[in-house]
């Protein structure tokens, strides 16, 4: 199973008011739980796809945190929010989303994680300049991995 089918699951039980979903398939199993009126909440279980993403974890969410001490003051980082192969552009041929003093807005994407085959856009999720990349072209992340530091304007 793939994370192509696991959101195909998730907009059937969102379609049909499922509250919850459970599948068990040789060493793979999985548990969707809904809680009401909230989005689907993962649930992962051992054996699963656990370690590709901690439970709570929202699919494609960049996590921002101040950077440790020793950085310049002022300075986020975009973290991964999962396990996969960092891509700077969409493609071989095209230019790279962003480099070193792009001003970049919360919606604008920074970087591709590949992750089970699918392409994840990461979006910036704050406001502000891009101070360093962190990561090289075509190189694995790991979960929480900083990525960039922003300058938030």
Do not use: H, W
Request: charged content about 25%.
């Amino acid at each position: 199973m793939d994370l192509k089918d696991i959101k195909a699951i998730i907009d059937l039980m969102k379609k049909n008011s499922i509250a919850e979903f459970e599948m068990e398939k040789q060493d793979f199993k999985i548990r969707l739980k809904r809680q009401t009126g909230a989005a689907p909440a993962p649930q992962y279980e051992e054996g699963s796809v656990q370690g590709y993403l901690p439970p709570g974890t929202a699919l494609g969410m960049p996590t921002i945190l101040p950077p440790p001490s020793g950085s310049p003051a002022g300075e986020l980082e975009i973290k991964s929010p999962m396990i996969g192969t960092f891509y700077r552009a969409p493609s071989p041929e095209a230019a790279n989303y962003c480099e070193i003093g792009t001003e970049v807005s919360a919606d604008t994407v920074v970087c591709i994680i590949e992750a089970m085959k699918v392409m994840n856009e990461i979006k910036a999720e704050v406001r502000g300049i891009i101070t360093q990349v962190m990561v090289e072209n075509a190189k694995p992340v790991e979960f929480g991995q900083p990525m960039f530091k922003i300058r938030p304007i």
